[in-house]
């Protein structure tokens, strides 16, 4: 699938998996490097083991799942999005602390079409590039039949929740942030936001 617009935006390919890996850390302020960190064999970087995982063809953090931007043959930046159509089976109360509150709130997002990441690298921000991609997203969303959209974001992350409330997000839950080992040391709370489409 290719999206014609400006900038261009295309389905991501294995080959991309580097950069997805790099992107989806900084959409989740380096939750993800923190957690790869702990499934490191030797001589493997976290980077190596998001790498992987990313170039995986099923789960969540898959290439397959994933949009990326592109000027110059050069990936800008990502949306990674999917249905959720069952209610997650982990319990929050044994999964690490800093992802169990978003496991907490896809037990409410059954039925949308999840936007898990969205990120673009420092140098190409501020233009626009993330509201291409959830407008991509949300085409794919429609095309599979799908009439809600959602996305998690800390409460503190006030530019993020900004941009999606413009966008028509609009709250839906919230849950406490447990932990967050990585700066900016988010507290407060996660946040659910869902877009009814039409």
């Not at 044994?94 to 907490?104: D, Q």
């Not at 039925?111 to 959830?134: C, D, E, K, M, V």
């Not at 959209?149 to 028509?168: D, E, F, K, P």
Request: glycine share 8%.
């Amino acid at each position: 699938m290719n999206f014609q617009s400006s900038p261009l935006i295309r389905q991501a390919s294995v080959e991309d998996a580097a950069a997805l890996a790099r992107l989806i850390d900084i959409a989740g302020e380096g939750i993800p490097n923190w957690l790869w960190s702990r499934a490191c064999e030797s001589g493997q970087t976290s980077l190596d083991v998001g790498t992987e995982r990313a170039q995986r063809p099923s789960g969540g953090f898959s290439y397959t799942n994933a949009l990326v931007s592109e000027r110059q043959a050069e990936v800008t930046g990502m949306v990674l999005s999917y249905l959720i159509d069952a209610t997650p089976e982990d319990d929050p109360e044994a999964l690490p602390a800093p992802i169990a509150p978003f496991v907490e709130l896809e037990k409410h997002s059954v039925g949308t079409w999840y936007i898990n990441a969205l990120a673009t690298f420092p140098g190409h921000r501020g233009q626009g590039l993330g509201s291409s991609l959830l407008a991509a997203a949300e085409r794919l969303a429609r095309e599979n039949g799908t009439s809600a959209m959602s996305i998690q974001v800390y409460a503190q992350n006030t530019g993020a929740v900004r941009l999606y409330q413009r966008l028509g997000y609009k709250l839906h839950e919230k849950v406490p942030v447990r932990s967050h080992p990585c700066q900016p040391y988010y507290t407060g709370d996660v946040l659910l936001l869902i877009k009814e489409l039409d």
